[in-house]
C-alpha cells in the first residue's frame, strides 16, 4: 500500500492543473470546501472532496480511495466506478487511501467517514462523472493533435482511438488534457453499455492479501518504532488513582512509562515486553463512578424510562384512538443486550510525533476524527497530522472510535519516537464503546372485522450520535439512528405510531453494524409474527397481504419464499421470515432450523436482495453471507454483561463467534434493478435474529423477546 498523499485542497478557480514537468493530468472532481494544493514527490497534487484521479505520462492511472476497505470491497467497487466511465479495465489501476481533509466528507454523512453503507451510494454518480470529465478531457486532447473532432474518437482500454484507426495511450496526452478546462456536461454511459459494473470481479486486494503484502495497522513497522501496552481502569468510566512502577521499570526492554488521558502506556522494545511490564504495574483505580452499574440497574432504568413519552418518529392516522376502540389488542414487550465489536484485529494506532508534526498510522473509519484526536493529543493543529490509512482487520463500526489513538500519540510526543500502541484482545472486549441496549415495547389492535387497524412501537434506548457528533441532535429532537427500521414502517396500517424515549445508560455506546436496524428489525419483525398468529393468518401471507402497496418490499419477499421453497420443509425443519428497508436497500430472509435436545440448530438462510443496480454481484454475495454471519454470532450468543461497573465478558471464550461447523448453507439472490445503488455492507445482519427467532416459534411456540437466543431453554 503506497503511503497516502499530504492533506491539501485546491482553489474554487483550480480544477485542473499540471504539476512538476511530466506530471501529467491530475483531476479534482468537487470543489467543496477546499484550499490551496500542497504537493508530494515534486507533483502538485489536487484533492477534492471525493476520490479523485491522476493519469501520469508513463500511463500510469492512480485512484485515491477516501474510504476504508475493511472487509466490504470499497478497494474494488469504487475504481470500478470510474474506469467504466474513462474507458479502462479498472485492474490497472493503482490505488491509494485518501488522506484526511475536508474535500474528502461523505456527503450522505457530512463527515469523512466510511460507514452507514454509503461508500458506494456516495460515490455512484461523483465517480463516474469523474471518470468521464477525464475521458473527454483526453479524447479532445487526442483529437487536437490529430486536427479532428473529439465526438469522433473514442476510448478504449487505456487509449484514444481515432475515426482513421490512429492510437494515442493516455498517458502520451496526459499533460495536453491537463491544459484544458474541465467539462461541466458530459454524457455517462447508458448501462446497457456498462463493461465492468455489473461483473463479478475478483477483489483487488486478495492477492495481497494472501501474499501478506498488503498493511494492516497491526502490520505498521517505521525506522526506530517502539511499542507500547496500556493499562486501562478495569471499570467502565474508572480514574488512575495511585501507580507504583517500580517493578516494571528495571524490566527488560522497557523504555518509559507514560502516564496517558487514558491509561498508563509502558513503552519497550518489543511489543512483549511493554505487555509484561504493563501486567507487572501495580495500579490504584478509582471506580465509584460507576461501581452500582450492572445488567439489572441497566435494565430497571430503559424499562422506568420507557413509562414516559416518547419524541414522535413517524405518525400515521391516530393509533392512540384506534386502539381505544379496536376489539382486540395484542401487546408485547422486547428486551436488547449490549454487543461487543469484537473485531479480528483489536485496536492499534502507530504515531510518530515530531516538532511540529505528527505521522499516523491507523486503521480507521473516521480519518477527520482521527486526525482531530491527534492533534489535540499532540498539543498540533489538525493541518499538522497527517493521516496514514491501512487496511482494517474488521470494522463494524469500532473504528469510528477514536479512543486507542490519544495514548499512541502521548507515548510518541514522551519518547521522541514512533510508538505502536496495540491493545490485547481483553482490553478491547472489556472497553468497547458497546451496541446500545434497549427495552421496546409494541402494541397493535384488531378491529371486528379482524382486520389489522393500529400499529404502535415505542422504544427506548441511548443516543449514540449525540456522543460521536455532540449537537447534531437538537434537543427535543429525534435521533434517525435509533429509530432506522421502525420509523419507515411498511405495512399497509391505517394508524401507526412509531416514537423514542432517549435515555442513557451512563456509560459509552457505539455504532454497530447496522446499528439500529437490528434493534428494531428484531422488534418489529418479531412482532408482525406475533400479530400474524394472533390473527390466524400464515406469518408469510400476513406480511404479503400488507406489503401489497410496497413492490420492491413484496418482490424480495416472493423471490426468499421461492427459492427457500418456504411451503414445503423437510421434515423437522422449521422455517421463519423477516423484511426490512435499510440504506436503501429491500431484503427478505428465510431462516431454516430444527431443534434436538433444546438447541437450535440453523440450517439454512435464503436471502433475496434489491440494492438497486448492483456494481459487484461476487462483492455483494459475500457481504450478504458476513453480515448473516455476524447477525447470527449476535443473535445466538451476543451478550456484554456489567457487574460493578465491570464488563464480564473477556475473549472470544465467553464472547462467543459462529464458528465453521456452525455456520449454515447462506443462499444469496440478487433481484434485477434498475435503482441506484443502496448499501450492502450492513443490512443483512438486522433481518437474522427475527428470521431464526420467528422459525423457533413455528418449532417450539415459544416466543423469543429478548436475546440472545441461548438465554432461552427450548423445548
Known amino acids: 500500500m503506497s503511503a497516502p498523499l499530504a492533506p491539501g485542497a485546491l482553489t474554487r478557480r483550480d480544477v485542473l492543473k499540471t504539476g512538476a514537468a511530466g506530471a501529467g493530468l491530475i483531476l479534482a472532481i468537487s470543489l467543496t470546501g477546499c484550499k490551496k494544493p500542497g504537493s508530494a514527490g515534486g507533483a502538485r497534487r489536487l484533492i477534492a472532496s471525493n476520490a479523485w484521479l491522476r493519469i501520469g505520462t508513463d500511463n500510469s492511472i492512480t485512484f485515491l480511495c477516501d474510504r476504508s476497505e475493511m472487509g466490504q470491497g470499497v478497494y474494488t467497487a469504487l475504481p470500478t466506478l470510474l474506469a467504466e466511465e474513462l474507458g479502462v479495465d479498472p485492474r490497472r489501476i493503482a490505488i491509494e487511501f485518501a488522506p484526511a481533509g475536508d474535500p474528502y466528507k461523505n456527503s450522505l454523512i457530512g463527515a469523512q467517514v466510511t460507514g452507514g453503507s454509503t461508500s458506494v451510494r456516495d460515490s455512484w454518480q461523483k465517480l463516474r462523472l469523474a471518470g468521464a470529465q477525464a475521458r473527454e478531457m483526453l479524447k479532445s486532447a487526442a483529437a487536437r493533435e490529430w486536427d479532428t473532432s473529439a465526438n469522433a474518437c473514442r476510448v478504449e482500454n487505456g487509449a484514444i482511438i481515432s475515426p482513421f ?94 502516564n496517558t488521558s487514558s491509561g ?66 395484542v401487546r408485547a414487550e422486547y428486551q436488547l443486550p449490549l454487543l461487543a465489536h469484537a473485531t479480528l484485529e483489536p485496536q492499534v494506532c502507530t504515531a510518530d510525533v515530531r516538532a511540529g508534526a505528527c505521522d499516523l498510522y491507523i486503521p480507521t473509519q473516521s480519518q477527520g476524527a482521527a486526525q482531530a484526536a491527534a492533534a489535540t493529543a499532540a498539543g498540533l493543529a489538525p493541518a499538522q497530522v497527517n493521516v ?26 514522551a519518547v521522541g519516537k514512533p510508538v505502536k500502541l496495540l491493545w490485547t484482545r481483553e482490553d478491547d472486549t472489556t472497553h468497547d464503546a458497546y451496541r446500545p441496549p434497549a427495552w ?32 447534531a441532535i437538537a434537543a427535543g429532537s429525534v435521533d434517525p439512528f435509533c429509530v432506522e427500521a421502525a420509523a419507515n414502517f411498511p405495512y399497509d396500517v391505517p394508524n401507526v405510531l412509531v416514537d423514542w424515549v432517549p435515555h442513557e445508560v451512563g456509560f459509552n455506546v457505539g455504532y454497530w453494524r447496522s446499528v439500529s436496524h437490528a434493534l428494531n428489525c428484531f422488534v418489529a419483525e418479531s412482532f408482525m409474527d406475533e400479530l400474524a398468529y394472533s390473527a390466524g393468518k400464515d406469518p408469510a401471507e400476513f406480511r404479503r397481504t400488507l406489503l401489497a402497496k410496497q413492490p420492491r418490499y413484496l418482490e424480495v419477499l416472493e423471490v426468499a419464499l421461492r427459492r427457500a421453497g418456504y411451503d414445503k420443509p423437510a421434515e423437522g425443519r422449521f422455517r421463519g421470515v423477516a423484511v426490512m428497508e435499510g440504506y436503501d436497500t429491500y431484503m427478505a430472509q428465510v431462516a431454516e432450523i430444527s431443534i434436538t435436545d433444546g438447541k437450535v440448530k440453523v440450517h439454512r438462510i435464503v436471502c433475496a436482495v434489491d440494492c438497486g443496480r448492483a456494481v459487484n454481484p461476487a462483492i455483494i454475495s459475500a457481504q450478504v453471507e458476513s453480515s448473516i454471519i455476524f447477525g447470527l454470532s449476535a443473535a445466538l450468543w451476543g451478550e456484554i454483561n456489567v457487574q460493578g461497573g465491570r464488563v464480564q465478558q473477556t475473549n472470544f471464550h465467553d464472547y462467543r463467534v459462529l464458528r465453521i461447523a456452525e455456520v449454515p448453507i447462506i443462499e444469496t439472490h440478487l ?10 455492507g450492513e443490512p443483512a445482519t438486522a433481518l ?3 428470521a431464526v427467532c420467528n422459525a423457533i416459534y413455528a418449532a417450539t411456540k415459544q416466543r423469543l423477546r429478548s436475546l440472545p437466543i441461548a438465554r432461552h431453554k427450548l423445548a
Open 688 to 690: 437474522v435474529a427475527p
Open 388 to 413: 496514514h490509512t491501512t487496511f482494517l482487520g474488521g470494522g463494524f463500526g469500532r473504528r469510528l472510535e477514536v479512543d486507542v489513538i490519544s495514548a499512541a500519540v502521548e507515548a510518541s510526543k
Open 440 to 471: 421496546d415495547t409494541a402494541v397493535a389492535g384488531f378491529d371486528d372485522d379482524g382486520k389489522l387497524v393500529a400499529w404502535k412501537l415505542h422504544l427506548t434506548g441511548p443516543s449514540i450520535t449525540a456522543r460521536v457528533f455532540p449537537g
Open 165 to 258: 484507426g490512429k492510437r494515442l495511450a493516455f498517458g502520451a496526452v496526459a499533460e495536453a488534457a491537463a491544459a484544458l478546462p474541465v467539462p461541466k456536461d458530459v454524457a455517462l454511459k447508458d448501462p446497457a453499455d456498462f463493461q465492468w459494473i455489473g461483473k463479478p470481479l475478483t477483489r483487488f486486494d486478495t492477492p495481497a492479501k494472501v501474499d501478506g503484502t498488503a498493511t494492516f495497522g497491526i502490520d505498521v513497522k517505521l525506522p526506530g518504532m517502539l511499542h507500547a501496552a496500556l493499562a486501562q481502569p478495569p471499570m467502565l468510566g474508572g480514574k488512575l488513582r495511585s501507580l507504583d512502577d517500580s517493578a516494571a521499570k528495571g524490566m527488560p526492554g522497557v523504555r518509559q512509562i507514560v
Open 264 to 329: 498508563v502506556a509502558v513503552v519497550a522494545d518489543s511489543w512483549w515486553q511493554a505487555r509484561k511490564a504493563r501486567d507487572a504495574l501495580r495500579i490504584g483505580w478509582d471506580g465509584s463512578a460507576t461501581a452500582a452499574l450492572n445488567d439489572g440497574s441497566i435494565l430497571r432504568g430503559l424499562k422506568q424510562a420507557s413509562g414516559g413519552a416518547g419524541l414522535v418518529a413517524r405518525k400515521v392516522g391516530d393509533a392512540e384512538a384506534a386502539l381505544k376502540s379496536a376489539r382486540r389488542i
Open 671 to 680: 433481484v434485477d434493478s434498475d435503482e441506484p445503488p443502496g448499501g450492502i
